[in-house]
């Protein structure tokens, strides 16, 4: 929900900006309201694709379970975490 939200008012922003660039308008505003709509919508697609989703199920061979574990806030629900030494790479597991 909040990321609707902030995903909607940089996009907003960004728009304005652009018609401020665009009539020539407060020439420094319209700049600095694109710029931060931009920086906002990047940081907000990289979020989506930096954070991994939670699987439903465990990993295969060669996972290794820690004692790291926490509650998603979105499902309530207890997440393990796994790790592959041989990579570092992390999974999120609903258990």
């Given amino acids: 929900m909040l990321r609707q939200i902030l995903l909607a008012v940089s996009l907003v922003s960004m728009a304005a900006g652009a018609v401020g660039l665009v009539t020539g ?3 420094p505003a319209a700049l600095w309201m694109l710029g931060t709509g931009a920086i906002l919508v990047i940081g907000i697609a990289y979020e ?3 954070y991994k989703p939670i699987a439903k ?3 295969g061979p060669g996972w290794e379970r ?3 574990r926490f509650v998603d806030d979105e499902s ?3 997440v ?3 790790i592959q030494p041989d990579t570092g790479e992390r999974m999120y597991v609903e258990e």
Avoid: C, D, K, M
Wanted: glycine share 6%; proline share 6%; net charge positive.
């Fill in 57 to 59: 199920s465990r990993p």
């Fill in 25 to 27: 308008l407060f020439y």
């Fill in 66 to 68: 820690t004692s790291e």
């Fill in 80 to 82: 393990t975490v796994y």
């Fill in 48 to 50: 989506r694709v930096r």
């Fill in 76 to 78: 309530g629900n207890t």
